[in-house]
Antibody
Framework: EVQLVESGGGLVQPGGSLRLSCAASGFTFSSYWMSWVRQAPGKGLEWVANIKQDGSEKYYVDSVKGRFTISRDNAKNSLYLQMNSLRAEDTAVYYC????????????WGQGTLVTVSS | DIQMTQSPSTLSASVGDRVTITCRASQSISSWLAWYQQKPGKAPKLLIYKASSLESGVPSRFSGSGSGTEFTLTISSLQPDDFATYYCQQYNSYPFTFGPGTKVDIK
């Protein structure tokens, strides 16, 4: 069974940093692109970033470029999101998601971890 | 960036109704479009990928169509489990973008 379990969320002050983790199991992690998607409270979904199987390609939404870094450790079956210079508008539930085998749609999602940026 | 719009934003329907949601892209995305269902407090669930391909395990009452800039998600006979919010997403070019969502509620 495919499982994605996020962790690392919490309350952080504006300008602070946080590192999210996503532990993957039930599939060959190193064979799939992986993504982060976020959802602000009561709002819609926003794609944040994705990373290729070997980590050689990474893409970001403009609003997080230069502040967030996506990475992965295939030996540990883990995906990460390092978030620096956090802003109030980064407050959201952050989901880890796997890209479909056939294309870049997202076929499995974690339960999400809440990041709150507030003083 | 490619902008995605959805209509309607809210749809009130009854069990057994045929429901259609429209998604439009600001430029052509070929068939690189997915539909997701989300219930309150839960992660999204993939329903349709590549505009019209039904994800494994998804009931056949869900179908998708379209290409280019206009797409539709159809639920042929609405079931109680289908009351949720539906999002489209383009993955033709970065950054991938979602539509604002369509909430399907009980009439």
């Amino acid at each position: 069974e495919v499982q994605l379990v996020e962790s690392g969320g919490g309350l952080v002050q504006p300008g602070g940093s946080l590192r999210l983790s996503c532990a993957a199991s039930g599939f060959t992690f190193s064979s799939y692109w992986m993504s982060w998607v976020r959802q602000a409270p009561g709002k819609g979904l926003e794609w944040v970033a994705n990373i290729k199987q070997d980590g050689s390609e990474k893409y970001y939404v403009d609003s997080v470029k230069g502040r967030f870094t996506i990475s992965r450790d295939n030996a540990k079956n883990s995906l990460y999101l390092q978030m620096n210079s956090l802003r109030a508008e980064d407050t959201a539930v952050y989901y880890c998601a796997r890209s479909h085998y056939y294309d870049s749609s997202l076929d499995y999602w974690g339960q999400g971890t809440l990041v709150t940026v507030s003083s | 960036d490619i902008q995605m719009t959805q209509s309607p934003s809210t749809l009130s329907a009854s069990v057994g109704d045929r429901v259609t949601i429209t998604c439009r892209a600001s430029q052509s995305i070929s068939s690189w479009l997915a539909w997701y269902q989300q219930k309150p407090g839960k992660a999204p669930k993939l329903l349709i990928y590549k505009a019209s391909s039904l994800e494994s395990g998804v009931p056949s009452r869900f179908s998708g169509s379209g290409s280019g800039t206009e797409f539709t998600l159809t639920i042929s006979s609405l079931q109680p489990d289908d009351f949720a919010t539906y999002y489209c997403q383009q993955y033709n070019s970065y950054p991938f973008t979602f539509g604002p969502g369509t909430k399907v509620d009980i009439k």
